[in-house]
């Protein structure tokens, strides 16, 4: 082979790899384990940019390991169930599983040319009975621990799609796919208790050490822990049964500024006022009608109904509230009512100014110069609670204080005079993990008229789905297959009915980390298995996964080890945590002329000269727009097939790895592509060079070997610290040096291997070509990691640039502890210094130990 040709190289050590069995894991007892994880994607039909920098991050520190000398388990899976693939269905008019399975086996085509050391004979979808199967076992044993209950809960129900909608899936009060209005319904759901573990998932996060601080902050606010009081006001004639209304909040010094009491619209006072009124049960509906998100709350414009109600105020019974059921109120966090306090909070000051509430003030800036009341007219005063302020109605006195100190007066003094109490409440909300669609888990359980609700026997699991349903009625197909859905009690024998939920996709991945480790065990886990590859020592995967799916298998490994599923140590199951960045490009964008609409073009039909883009088809100039994250709908996206059979994987992989930290965003580019692509070529015309030369010394032998062993200790340190781009910024500096090195043939084909072995966790098949060219024994993917020799890494000289006027003008070479006047002698000696001074003396010649040397003429 005359030149590199990424097209041969690859499919060649590929095959050899799956010959050797390179990636398989094999639990081995005397060697340490490492088990690295990528978040497993959904069976789309399609790998993007986005799949290759995730999985290239991943490879890298498999492949490092492996030649570390650690057992590696690399796996992947697919994770296959939830509504995508029933509205494909829907339209296609096929099923499901077919979509599903088709779309996995195409990506698998579409990843294997990448070369990622996955050990594929551990794969599975969650679609996959053996794996849902076990997850109905594992649902049936928290059933029995009580991690798992049935309750009513008010729900959003999209009346055409008949299926239950996540608060994100409702947009502007309807349905993100049919556009009907959603109803909220109240339905009975499953839930695990997700909540008992509050605090257990809050204090762990403290020990996750290399987890990202962002990701942990992330998680700390959505469990949300508060410390408040919770108090009733005393209703004044309120209907039959309603005697005080009982709130919490987090702001008890606050409350003598309250200005109305706010109930949900799903509150039981609100309720039952709308059977009896019908503009309050028209006012509940709209409620029902609006997004439930805390975002969508947040900005919607807020809402209230006078009910005519009032309560009395705790410590003034002459004083009265107003009773108001209102928009942004929700039922599932505290206790679903509020007291409203104006002056300090933004949303209920919008509120009070709509409907022409009082506004009073309970503290103010300790400097108040300049400051604005919100009864005056100015914004709600809302400190940070560390931050000082002076009380001046409330129950401190007007001593400055921190509002946390307010706080806590304020408890103490409403405990002490008999008003509520202080109490830690968490945001953290059980999880519903019902759905009313077929492509998912079947919950298993039946339900019996004479027995209730009745676990399915483990000997009867799987619970299969079945195959022979259709979509071309809206709803759930369970719920209409009668010879699926009607069975016998697994406990009295008698007719019964099959649960038609099935569950919640997150449900699926929230263990399959778990599974990997023995995916064809008759259990959820082999406990043997478990023990030794547990924890995952390096998880991967995107920002938008660091709340609800790290959170829910946080829940899970809990869970799972409290049933004996996993070691003690993997209640948290991951141990470092790395999100990535995206991958990005720019937008290529012209108008059309008819409407003015944009119109956006794929890049590969622009061509770029210049800074400026024009159409291939006629030559049209084209807007750039600054890059963004590929997406489909701007057409921005580059197919990862399509760069392979450009430049070959390892292109891809080396300029994803290259061109900026992991953790940031990489810019897609065909100049950078074409760059990657071209070093990579010299790599490979550099080893062939050095393959035919004659073994020998040569003058810069030991120059080279010291180069060599500082490569071999810079590209370690980077792939240890996850600096990946900062390892191939070496590598660059390390080709440089072997290509311009006038070593021998022995150092130089010493430390051409040595550069394959570095480069093999980035470019795997081109360093594997390298190492047989220059006659590396076996496989380089199963050779040792090089180390370097510590002794090697000592500088005895040092290189200081000389700077005359501020601008370089040479360099000297000297032992690294010269004294300064032996330096400064030899400076002088300089024919750039002799030349600047011209026989003269220098100003000033000051010498910078082991840094630079500044002459001034």
């Known amino acids: 082979m005359s030149r590199y040709d990424a097209s041969v190289i690859e499919p060649k050590w590929q095959a050899a790899w799956k010959e050797a069995g390179s990636f398989t894991a094999q639990r081995d007892e005397s060697k340490p384990k490492y088990y690295v994880l990528e978040m497993f994607p959904y069976p789309s039909g399609r790998i993007h940019m986005g799949h290759v920098r995730n999985y290239s991050l991943g490879d890298v520190i498999a492949r490092y390991k492996s030649s570390c000398g650690f057992s590696v388990l690399h796996p992947m899976g697919w994770d296959a169930f939830g509504m995508p693939a029933e509205n494909a269905a829907m339209a296609s008019g096929g099923h499901p599983k077919d979509w599903t399975y088709n779309n996995i086996e195409t990506m698998k085509d579409q990843l294997r040319p990448l070369g990622f050391s996955i050990d594929w004979t551990r794969e599975f979808a969650t679609c996959d009975p ?24 008010t729900v959003n129900w999209d ?10 899936q409702v947009i502007d009060g309807k349905g993100w796919r049919s556009g009907a209005a959603v109803e909220r319904r109240e339905l009975t759901q499953w839930f695990f208790n997700i909540s008992d573990y509050s605090e257990d998932l809050l204090s762990a996060l403290d020990g996750l ?5 962002k990701v942990k902050s992330m998680q700390r606010n959505w469990i949300g822990k508060s410390t408040g009081l919770q108090f009733a006001f005393s209703m004044v004639d309120g209907p039959h049964g309603h005697d005080r209304v009982e709130v919490y909040t987090t702001r008890p010094d606050t409350l003598m500024g309250a200005s109305f009491v706010g109930i949900s619209p799903d509150h039981p006072l609100a309720k039952q006022l709308e059977r009896d009124n019908e503009e309050i049960a028209a006012f509940c509906a709209k409620c029902r009608q609006m997004g439930t998100s805390e975002e969508e709350l947040e900005t919607a414009e807020k809402l209230g109904f006078d009910t005519g109600l009032t309560v009395r105020h705790p410590f003034d019974t002459a004083w009265e509230l107003p009773v108001y059921i209102a928009n942004f109120i929700l039922m599932d966090y505290g206790t679903g009512a509020i007291f409203g306090c104006p002056a300090h909070d933004a949303r209920d000051l919008e509120f009070a100014r709509k409907y022409d509430l009082p506004v009073q003030s309970t503290f103010e800036p300790v400097d108040a110069e300049g400051h604005v009341a919100p009864e005056q007219g100015g914004e709600a005063y809302v400190p940070p609670k560390p931050q000082q302020v002076r009380y001046i109605r409330g129950f401190a006195g007007e001593e400055v204080q921190t509002g946390e100190d307010g ?3 304020a408890v103490a003094f409403c405990e002490s005079n008999g008003v509520g109490q202080g109490i830690t409440k968490y945001r953290l909300r059980d999880w519903g993990l019902s759905r009313q669609r077929y492509w998912g888990c079947p919950i298993p359980v039946v339900h019996c008229e004479d027995c209730g609700v009745v676990p399915e026997k483990k000997e009867n699991l799987p619970v299969r789905l079945p195959d022979d349903v259709s979509f071309d009625t809206p709803g759930n197909p369970l719920d209409r297959h009668p010879t699926w859905r009607d069975t016998d009690c697994p406990r009295c024998g008698k007719p019964a009915r099959r649960e038609t939920d099935t569950m919640d996709t997150f449900v699926d991945s929230s263990w399959y980390f778990a599974r990997f480790t023995a995916p064809r065990a008759a259990m959820p886990t082999d406990r043997a298995e478990a023990d030794y590859w547990m924890n995952v020592d390096q998880y991967i995967g995107g920002i938008e996964h660091a709340i609800l799916h790290l959170l829910y298998s946080r829940f899970f490994a809990r869970a799972m080890n409290e049933c004996g599923m996993l070691p003690d140590k993997s209640r948290e199951p991951f141990d470092a945590l790395f999100t990535q960045g995206m991958v990005t490009h720019a937008i290529y964008q012209t108008t059309r002329e008819q409407d003015g609409r944009p119109v956006y073009h ?5 061509e770029l000269s210049d800074g400026k883009a024009f159409l291939k088809t006629d030559g049209r100039e084209v807007q ?3 890059s963004a994250k590929m997406s489909k709908s701007k057409n921005n996206v580059v197919d990862p097939l399509a760069i392979i059979e450009s430049y070959g994987a390892d292109t891809a992989r080396w300029f994803v790895l290259s061109d900026s930290p992991p953790e940031r965003d990489v810019e897609w580019t065909a100049s950078g592509a074409d760059a990657a692509y071209k070093h990579l070529g010299r790599v490979w015309r550099l080893a062939s060079e050095i ?18 062993h500082r490569a071999i200790h810079d590209v370690t340190m980077g792939v240890e610290s996850f600096g990946f781009n900062a390892a191939i910024a070496k590598l660059y500096a390390f080709t440089n040096t072997l290509a311009k ?4 043939g022995t150092a130089k084909r010493e430390a051409a291997k040595v550069l394959a072995q570095l480069m093999s966790p980035m470019t795997p098949h081109l360093a594997e070509e390298c190492w047989q060219m220059l006659g590396g024994e076996g496989l380089v993917t199963g050779h040792a990691w090089p180390k370097p020799d510590e002794s090697m890494l000592v500088e005895d000289t040092v290189t200081l640039p000389i700077q005359i006027n501020g601008k370089r003008k040479s360099e000297i070479t000297v032992p690294k502890d010269m004294a300064k006047d032996a330096i400064e002698a030899l400076v002088l000696e300089e024919p750039a210094v002799q030349k600047a001074l011209d026989g003269g003396a220098p100003k000033k010649l000051i010498v910078v130990p082991g840094r630079i040397v500044n002459v001034v003429v």
């Not at 009346?159 to 994100?168: G, I, R």
């Not at 090195?741 to 021998?744: L, Q």
């Open 741 to 744: 090195s006038k070593a021998g």
């Open 407 to 409: 706080i806590a007066t």
């Open 624 to 626: 750039i727009v600054p």
């Open 159 to 168: 009346p055409v799609d008949m299926t239950v909608l996540a608060n994100e």
């Open 602 to 606: 794929y890049p590969e039909e622009v």
């Open 130 to 153: 053996e794996y849902y199967g076990q997850q109905q076992a594992m649902f049936l044993d928290f059933l029995e621990k009580g991690m798992v209950y049935r309750k009513a809960a």
């Open 209 to 213: 050490d290399d987890w990202p601080d």
């Open 691 to 708: 393959a035919a030369m004659d073994d020998g010394a040569g003058d810069g032998d030991e120059d080279l070997q010291r180069a060599m």
